[in-house]
């Protein structure tokens, strides 16, 4: 027994100094590369200017050795943490085997270093310890780099400011740990193409800035050979999701074929300024991240996408001015459907396809509200008379514009939650039945100041009701909250559409400011119904008169002939501005339950 055991430890001996024999040859024979190159690099200011273009346009060494803002749109490098170091890639935020850190490249840790340690370092991924870097450190890129371009890479770095900052040691799993050092290899440097050359010396840049390496699909860790620029590869991003590099090959239909080279140019310039290059993540704009990583990540196995050439029979159309909005809905088998009304104040100063955006979601839902069944299974195809809303629309509400996003999203839960399809037709505006019932006479649509408002409410308040209005000219009670009112078409904050259509014995407290040409069919309609209300009325000798002087208890002047801004009305450019009337303005207290017995209107 005592023999076997013997034997078996002799083997298990072996076998350990077998391993840990390999493991010394290997880690003294690897990495395989040059020792570093006897270089002393004279500076001058060309080859700082040089290397600073390339550290901060081309190699990026800044963009994973500085401190990044994450609190900004694209994480910007916070000034003063240029070259520190610090930043950690790891497998759940970037998908590294392991731990990794970004070492301080600044003078504070590299002023020990010779000029030689550092070309091998950026050329072949070697450190002065002769440790194997991982390629995160894009040194397969740089090893065909210029030698006087690495040089002045590293004239630049050596003038950055020094910080102190101690970074923790980088750490790979097994078996990668040991792999890693036989990645790095001599560098096969290549002579810059002159700037004249564009083609070669474009090729020469995208090498070393490394565009393949994200832009080319990758099957098991390896470019898929022919792919290369296709775009298609994948880099998952912590809370956010999957992030998909685009085509950059000419292919015209899915890549940049179609692109002009100034537009090429814009599209690397856009953030090149202090305005846009500091854009604040605010919890808005992370809202509109997660949700529409939801909707489009739902896109491609939502119930209704197996239904998108079942029509709804219906001819749907929606238009914007600068002030209103309106939809319209011919059933061919049925009535027509109207939504329309003034945009509110948070909208008044937004871009038209903003606008045409809301006026597409109100109609849309409009036909959420009143007929949800019949929408579930079908495609709407819309009409709409602007190119910029059908191109967002198409391209899943990718848009620069927070509030067209934000209306966007909205119309994607209605779409997914009511299991429908919305399609969007381009037409021409003359096209457009919509468009007319958002150039109708501003002047019908007048409004009383909130401060004239309060005053009526103190002297004959509270009111509950504003029985002709819409959402954007109902009138508030003193504390901000909005009284319930009547529309003339559906408005999803309306109680009622067509105050002629309702029952008024159930309501009380009512305020009225009718359209002038309609004041003789509000009042006979408040007699029939009996209904008392506060009402705004012009002091003009007209049909309506006797009546108003049957039922008058209480009268207030508001306005003398061409007076002030008591009034406002939307002009066609959406702005609010004073409304001035030729005759006097006054609110009437009536009551039509009982007939007063007081002064007729005309002696008041």
Not at 234 to 246: D, K, L, M, P
Not at 557 to 581: C, D, H, W
Request: with cysteine; aromatic share 12%; net charge neutral.
């Amino acid at each position: 027994m005592k023999t076997l055991f013997k034997i078996l430890l002799s083997v298990i001996g072996g076998i350990v100094l077998l391993i840990s024999g390999f493991v010394v040859y290997f880690t003294t024979s690897y990495p395989k590369v040059s020792a570093p190159p006897n270089l002393h690099i004279n500076a001058t200011p060309e080859m700082i200017a040089r290397g600073q273009y390339l550290v901060n346009h081309v190699v990026g060494c800044n963009d994973c050795h500085s401190k990044r803002d994450w609190n900004y749109f694209a994480g910007p490098i916070s000034p003063g943490t240029e070259g520190m170091g610090g930043e950690m890639f790891d497998d759940i935020h970037v998908g590294v085997p392991g731990t990794l850190y970004a070492k301080n490249i600044t003078p504070a840790a590299i002023g020990n270093w010779t000029d030689g340690e550092l070309y091998r370092l950026i050329t072949a991924g070697v450190n002065k310890n002769n440790e194997a870097l991982f390629p995160l450190m894009p040194y397969l890129s740089y090893s065909i780099m210029d030698p006087d371009d690495v040089q002045s890479i590293i004239c630049y770095i050596r003038t950055l400011k020094p910080v102190s900052n101690n970074v923790p040691e980088s750490k790979l799993n097994f078996p990668l740990n040991y792999i890693v050092r036989t990645m790095p290899k001599d560098p096969a440097p290549m002579k810059r193409p002159p700037e004249s050359d564009r083609v070669n010396y474009g090729h020469y840049l995208a090498r070393l800035a490394g565009c393949s390496d994200c832009h080319t699909p990758m099957a098991k860790g390896e470019p898929i050979p022919g792919k290369e620029f296709a775009g298609g590869n994948e880099f998952v991003i912590s809370n956010y999701g999957t992030v998909r590099s685009a085509n950059i090959t000419p292919n015209k239909n899915t890549g940049i074929g179609n692109w002009t080279e100034d537009f090429f140019v814009e599209r690397f310039k856009y953030y090149d300024n202090p305005e846009k290059k500091y854009i604040k993540i605010t919890s808005q704009i992370r809202e509109e991240w997660t949700m529409w990583i939801f909707f489009l990540s739902q896109n491609t196995g939502t119930p209704w996408k197996a239904f998108n050439n079942i029509f709804l029979q219906a001819d749907i159309a929606s238009d914007a001015s600068g002030r209103a909005f309106a939809g319209v809905v011919d059933f061919l088998d049925g009535p027509i459907k109207i939504t329309a009304g003034q945009f509110q104040e948070s909208l008044l100063d937004e871009d038209i396809q903003v606008k045409e955006a809301e006026a597409l979601r109100a109609t849309i839902s409009m036909l959420v509200t009143e007929i949800p069944e019949k929408l579930k299974g079908k495609t709407l195809v819309c009409k709409v008379d602007n190119q910029v809303l059908k191109a967002v629309w198409e391209r899943k509400g990718t848009s620069k514009n927070l509030m067209l996003n934000n209306i966007g999203k909205q119309i994607y839960w209605m779409q997914f939650l009511g299991q429908f399809y919305i399609s969007l037709n381009y037409v021409r505006s003359e096209e457009n039945v919509s468009d007319e019932y958002t150039r109708q006479s501003p002047g019908l649509e007048a409004s009383l100041n909130q401060h004239l408002f309060n005053l009526l409410w103190d002297r004959w308040g509270p009111f509950d009701w504003d029985l002709m209005a819409s959402a954007a000219t109902a009138k508030k009670d003193p504390q901000g909250k909005r009284l319930l009112f009547f529309s003339r078409f559906f408005e999803e904050a309306s109680s009622g559409i067509d105050l002629f259509a309702q029952n008024l014995t159930w309501i009380n407290k009512a305020y009225c400011f009718p359209p002038i040409p309609m004041i003789g069919m509000v009042l006979k309609f408040l007699e029939q119904q009996k209904k008392d209300c506060v009402m705004i009325l012009p002091a003009i000798n007209a049909p309506w008169v006797n009546l108003v002087s049957a039922y008058i208890v209480d009268l207030m002047e508001i306005s003398k002939p061409y007076q002030g801004t008591q009034f406002t009305v939307l002009n066609q450019a959406g702005k609010r501005i004073p409304k001035k009337y030729p005759h006097s303005m006054i609110a009437v207290k009536l009551q039509f339950a009982v007939i007063p017995d007081t002064l007729n209107y005309l002696h008041l």
